[in-house]
């Protein structure tokens, strides 16, 4: 049923496209019809992997360093105080930098290569993560820490045992706001300057007039963003299988 | 039934507690007798929760309080204070898993068979691996004395454990904990009357601002009381009666 639902709306939006395409008599370099995209996407399948590849890989490694450095940065703000006044400023401020604005920095300091797309994807995810993952530890219930007081937990048994198992939907929702917003970053890092990457191919081709291929290169991000969401959800719903859902998933 | 025995298990003397201006007490002793279970009422706000916690050491006695507690406390609070994402059996353990380093050590498995007797013996033994959440409210609260019966702290504080829960489900947890507690040294915070006469071999009465304690009211037999003996719904129009003055007495004091 889900899956009949999804594909009707497919091929109604393939169908607009291609009416407004025989509509308005735009040439092919400017807006590609379904068709021609799709002959780009059975033509070039093998390059088109190749750069989903190396976007992947970006991504996933921006995802690992900017989970991670997200939940050190969380965990850090609630367990120092020092670290709340010095550090809790600084993250708010910087996200007053914008982040496509550094691209072209960082891509000066790191070169072409895969470690500037990935030190962009980390930039891009590692605040919402820190920011719900803080948010969590901080809100676990009070009389949970009273009632671990009473039994003499340590300040670390109970960081470990009740905020963070209590921080974990939230850091969930961090997760999943990182996943959908992690491949802007590679992209973006591929843009600027890259010699690999769907980020690149579009750039490549559209300077080439291959739009085609540009629009596919799009669709495969778009199907790749799709698949790491999907993925993240899956993941983190297994992590929280305690907390209840009050909307059904399926609805 | 002898009155006060002669060891306390806690005394508290001279307790002062300022909260934003208001003076909620001063000059506060509080005896809890060994073995004992202690009731304490009165009208909300007028500072139980503020001295159980004192007791608990929650919260940083004022100067000139003294506090002397011979070791340390079990608490048992309004909500059952379960964690969502432990099952049953982890719950009722949870005191030897915050203080164990080491997750699988051998003295936790020790505890974990206890844990499971006590469950069976509250009739939870079909439910050690379920999670809190599929739980009825009832069973939880049992899983909540278990946790407490099983941290075996000389002194158990209890801040009105059994007011979540409906009529009936409050006599019978009542009934399993007069029958747990009995020779442990309990300090029980209800807004309940007749609780505090079934399961109380002290019924104190906190009233007033400051506030003091009344004379306590002692009621003979074994704990738990029938609710339906009639020494014991005497006793209750008393004690209705001090609550009644105690409101009056108390700025702000709700029933």
Redesign the interface.
């Known amino acids: 049923m889900n899956g009949l639902r999804l594909l009707v709306t497919l091929v109604g939006l393939v169908l607009l496209w291609q009416a407004i395409v025989w509509l308005s008599g735009v040439p092919a370099f400017i807006l590609p019809g379904p068709l021609l995209v799709a002959a780009a996407l059975l033509d070039r399948w093998d390059l088109l992997l190749e750069q989903a590849a190396i976007t992947a890989a970006e991504i996933l490694g921006g995802m690992v360093l900017g989970v991670a450095l997200g939940m050190a940065s969380g965990a850090a703000l609630v367990q120092f105080a020092p670290a709340r006044r010095w550090l809790l400023p600084l993250l708010i401020a910087s996200q007053a930098v914008p982040v496509f604005a550094i691209a072209p920095l960082l891509v000066l300091w790191l070169g072409y290569g895969m470690a500037s797309k990935i030190a962009m994807a980390t930039l891009v995810i590692f605040f919402p993560v820190a920011i719900a993952f803080y948010d969590g530890l901080r809100r676990a219930?009070p009389?949970?820490l009273?009632?671990?007081?009473?039994?003499?937990?340590?300040n670390g048994?109970?960081l470990w045992?009740?905020r963070l198992?209590?921080a974990?939907p939230a850091l969930a929702s961090g997760v999943r706001v990182a996943a959908a917003v992690a491949p802007i970053g590679a992209v973006v890092g591929e843009w600027v300057g890259a010699s690999a990457g769907l980020g690149y191919l579009m750039t490549l081709s559209l300077a080439r007039g291959q739009t085609a291929l540009a629009f596919a290169a799009l669709l495969v991000l778009s199907a790749l963003g799709l698949a790491l969401y999907f993925a993240a959800d899956r993941i983190l719903r297994g992590l929280?299988p305690?907390?209840?859902e009050s909307v059904a998933a399926d609805d | 039934m002898s009155s006060t025995p002669s060891i306390h298990a806690v005394s508290l003397r001279q307790a002062r507690l300022v909260y934003d201006g208001v003076t909620l007490f001063d000059g506060l002793d509080l005896s809890l007798p060994q073995g004992r279970t202690t009731c304490l009422l009165g009208p909300s706000g007028v500072g139980k929760t503020s001295l159980l916690r004192l007791i608990a050491g929650l919260a940083a006695p004022e100067p000139p309080t003294q506090i002397a507690a011979h070791g340390a406390v079990a608490y048992m609070a309004q909500h059952d204070l379960l964690l969502p994402w432990l099952d049953v059996l982890e719950n009722t353990v949870l005191g030897y898993r915050l203080r164990t380093k080491f997750p699988g050590a051998g003295d936790i498995e020790e505890k974990r068979r206890h844990a499971a007797t006590l469950l069976t013996q509250l009739g939870l033994g079909h439910a050690l691996h379920q999670r809190p959440a599929t739980l009825s409210g009832g069973m939880r609260q049992r899983v909540a004395l278990a946790r407490t019966l099983l941290e075996d702290r000389p002194l158990i504080l209890m801040d009105e454990p059994f007011s979540q829960l409906d009529a009936i489900t409050r006599l019978e947890l009542q009934d399993l904990a007069g029958r747990w507690l009995a020779g442990r040294t309990v300090l029980l915070i209800t807004h309940d009357p007749l609780e505090a006469l079934r399961l109380g071999h002290r019924i104190l009465v906190m009233a007033g601002r400051p506030a003091t304690l009344g004379q306590p009211i002692e009621p003979a037999g074994d704990t738990p009381r029938d609710p339906t003996d009639p020494a014991v719904l005497a006793l209750q129009a008393e004690l209705i009666a001090r609550l009644r003055s105690a409101h009056s007495l108390t700025p702000g004091g709700r029933p």
């Open positions: 219930d009389a949970w009273d009632l671990a007081r009473t039994m003499d937990a340590s048994a109970m045992q009740i198992p209590a974990l929280v305690w907390q209840a």
